[in-house]
T-cell receptor
Framework: NAGVTQTPKFRILKIGQSMTLQCTQD?????MYWYRQDPGMGLKLIYY???????DKGEVPNGYNVSRSTTEDFPLRLELAAPSQTSVYFC??????????FGQGTRLTVV | QKEVEQDPGPLSVPEGAIVSLNCTYS??????FMWYRQYSRKGPELLMY????GNKEDGRFTAQVDKSSKYISLFIRDSQPSDSATYLC???????????FGQGTELSVKP
């Protein structure tokens, strides 16, 4: 099993550009999450999904969009990238109320 | 007020010491409590998982939940240099959905 796979691992964006961070899981988990992690700030929830076709905002959703058309995939879209979106992004998945498994992260720099 | 509060440290201890890591929370609806360990430039990995109140032990690690005080702890006995990492507490509601993290505590165990 690959677990939770995120691509790309690294990316540099220019201000105003857009991109999609990909996340896929092969554990048939119904819950999926996107977090961002800034130095010394822990993990902040951007969006989450409790199943295909259902998404909801987390603590810091502004500037991001998500979709969940399949159980396996949960892409995160950045529109009009800003320097404040420079961060490490983690995707995670879980089976209902169980613990979450994390991907290895995407390091994004906006210049 | 943040839903979950955790002292970010850093915390430095000598090898063999007992380490105590703590989180407080404000939402009495939290029922599932987790501790994650995160090594530098890696994704978080689950260390301990507890439902509701009580203690749970796994080798050198003990997790405690005191719901009356809204306080959770992780104890590490006979700490090792390999325990040097950031430790994040996490919790979620009984109805599932959002998984909320503390800021993380950076631990360094010196040989």
């Amino acid at each position: 099993n690959a677990g939770v796979t995120q691509t790309p691992k690294f990316r540099i964006l220019k201000i105003g550009q857009s991109m999609t961070l990909q996340c896929t899981q092969d554990m048939n988990h119904n819950y999926m999450y996107w977090y961002r992690q800034d130095p010394g700030m822990g993990l902040k929830l951007i969006y989450y999904s409790v199943g295909a076709g259902i998404t909801d905002k987390g603590e810091v959703p502004n500037g991001y969009n998500v979709s969940r058309s399949t159980t396996e995939d949960f892409p995160l879209r950045l529109e009009l990238a800003a320097p404040s979106q420079t961060s490490v992004y983690f995707c995670a998945s879980s089976y209902s109320e169980n613990w979450a498994f994390f991907g290895q992260g995407t390091r994004l720099t906006v210049v | 007020q943040k839903e979950v509060e955790q002292d970010p440290g850093p915390l430095s201890v000598p090898e063999g010491a007992i380490v105590s890591l703590n989180c407080t929370y404000s939402n009495s609806a939290f029922q599932y409590f987790m501790w994650y360990r995160q090594y530098s430039r890696k994704g978080p990995e689950l260390l301990m998982y507890t439902y509701s109140s009580g203690n749970k032990e796994d080798g050198r690690f003990t997790a405690q939940v005191d719901k009356s005080s809204k306080y959770i702890s992780l104890f590490i006995r006979d700490s090792q240099p390999s325990d040097s990492a950031t430790y994040l507490c996490a919790m979620r509601h009984n109805q599932g959905g959002k998984l909320i993290f503390g800021q993380g505590t950076e631990l360094s165990v010196k040989p």
